[in-house]
């Protein structure tokens, strides 16, 4: 087994046994990866990287969107607040797509930064707990 074969292993036995407040934090730092990868390059010229890393950031997001757990009522607004941040930026992400500009990349980076910061807290609260 190589290094890079040893590290793949090694991330998905990471992943496998997080808890999923750990699986929510490292998805807003790879969008958040994928973000500033993207932000390095010509938005303006036809470039499949930039596309691949935005389509990247906004499978995250539409993930997130889609695992949010709304209670047994539905009327809880913690997830209900989520899915609207979550539909901003992937109007966001898809207009940065349509009109070629990095433009709308701010807001989206803003939002996952101010989740990922939410979260971080709440996995330090949790860990108080325990």
Known sequence: ?????????????????????QIIRLLYQGALRYLGQASQLDE???NPEFTALLCN???????LR???DYGVDGKDEV??????????C???LSRSLIERSLEPLDGVKRVLELLLDAWRNV???AGRAA
Request: without cysteine; aromatic residues 6%.
């Open 1 to 21: 087994m190589n290094n890079q074969e040893a590290s793949q292993v090694y991330l998905a036995a990471t992943i496998e046994n997080a808890p999923p407040i």
């Open 44 to 46: 303006i010229r036809i």
């Open 57 to 63: 950031v906004d499978d995250i997001v539409v993930e």
């Open 66 to 68: 889609l695992a949010l």
């Open 79 to 88: 997830p209900r607040n989520l899915e609207r941040l979550y539909l901003f």
């Open 90 to 92: 992937e109007d966001e």
């Open 123 to 125: 996995e330090i609260e």
